[in-house]
């Protein structure tokens, strides 16, 4: 194997590493060719729209933000709309709009909206952290918002002596987090409801707006537990270490008893 070559060449091939817009216009596009086929095969309306539908949805896990995700996921049922209108076709009937809608809302649940549906942490970003926050063999590692279980991954690659617990409050990501990490304990459930106290390292990759209801939420932790955030600083907290981690995100960690700043 070539030393000098990318450490994951595949990365290139993954749709969410494109430039935007071109995630969305390939989703959409996939979207209106599996509409245009179902069609086709003629099949009810409703059918052929929730397909091409779902498909988007799970096309938005190429987006990098919540909006770039929203765009994707609802541009194939938008697009849909204005051509149904402008045509005057009424085949489809009012109430089958609700479809895309409940498919967004079932990945990405309206009480996750003030965090981070999906983040992704790259598999790289946390090979560093054994290194400034050593856990022992059997060690509980919670992944709070695990999403589609990324961070399942590079927690495992970092840890792999560890019990890695993953916790997702969308039922779709939650499931695709458990086929993706069969070696982690992935639970349905809201991150911030969850008890935090039996954790070794709680692990989060939210937003700045999260990171202070984050700080009051790592009060649960007994003494010696880490809480790591990647990219987001606790800015009330001052940190126990940190780095860059590849591709320039910051590792942030805290370990308690915290220290206020």
């Not at 993954?14 to 430039?19: D, E, F, R």
């Not at 090979?127 to 022992?136: D, S, T």
């Not at 840890?159 to 982690?184: D, K, M, N, T």
């Not at 960690?253 to 206020?260: E, G, I, L, Q």
């Amino acid at each position: 194997m070539d030393p000098d070559a990318p450490a994951f060449p595949r990365r290139r091939l993954w749709p969410g590493n494109w430039q935007w817009p071109l995630p969305a216009v390939l989703a959409w596009a996939l979207a209106w060719l599996l509409f245009k086929l179902l069609v086709g095969l003629e099949l009810l309306p409703i059918v052929c729209m929730g397909a091409a539908s779902a498909l988007g949805v799970a096309c938005s896990l190429w987006g990098e933000s919540w909006w770039r995700r929203l765009y994707i996921g609802a541009g194939f049922p938008v697009s849909l709309a204005f051509t149904l209108a402008s045509s005057g076709t009424a085949a489809i009937p009012a109430w089958a709009w609700l479809v895309p809608l409940g498919l967004l809302l079932l990945v990405y649940p309206i009480n996750a909206w003030r965090d981070a549906p999906i983040f992704p942490t790259p598999l790289d970003a946390l090979q560093e952290l054994p290194q400034h926050a050593p856990l022992p063999d059997g060690a509980q590692v919670l992944d709070a918002g695990c999403g589609a279980g990324d961070g399942l991954m590079a927690l495992h690659a970092a840890y792999p002596q560890a019990v890695l617990h993953g916790l997702e409050s969308s039922w779709p990501l939650r499931f695709l987090s458990a086929i993706r990490c069969p070696w982690a304990r992935v639970r349905h459930g809201d991150i911030w409801l969850a008890d935090w106290s039996g954790y070794d390292m709680v692990y989060l990759f939210q937003r700045p707006e999260s990171m202070t209801r984050a700080v009051v939420k790592a009060a649960e932790l007994q003494e010696g537990a880490w809480l790591v955030s990647l990219d987001f600083e606790a800015s009330h907290l001052r940190p126990t270490a940190q780095y860059r981690a590849p591709g320039g995100k910051m590792v942030w960690m805290y370990r308690a008893p915290f220290v206020a700043l």
